[in-house]
């Protein structure tokens, strides 16, 4: 029998979106520096044609779900509080 699939890594599905979108000239890049981050979020997506910010405050997960480049299945499971933090 095989072995259970890991779940791929956030930076194996940045990956994923970034050779979606290279199709249509785009890129998700991730913020440097608090400055940038509380401007655009920890990702944004960029128009690499034009070099300008298309989309701000992206959520990788959500969009490799809506470009299809991960499956529901290799979804992290949501996180769920401890009980020391309760």
């Avoid at 979108?21 to 990702?43: F, M, T």
């Avoid at 298309?54 to 499971?77: D, K, N, S, Y």
Wanted: no cysteine; glycine share 6%; charged share 30%.
């Amino acid at each position: 029998m095989r072995a259970p699939a890991k779940k791929p890594t956030l930076q194996a599905v940045i990956a994923r979106i970034n050779r979606k979108l290279a199709h249509v000239g785009e890129r998700l890049r991730k913020a440097r520096g608090e400055q940038q981050r509380a401007e655009v979020g920890d990702y944004y997506g960029v128009n690499l044609a034009r070099n300008r910010v298309i989309q701000t405050h992206v959520e990788p997960w959500a969009l490799a779900v809506e470009l299809g480049v991960v499956r529901h299945h290799e979804l992290p499971a949501p996180k769920t509080e401890s009980r020391r933090n309760r």
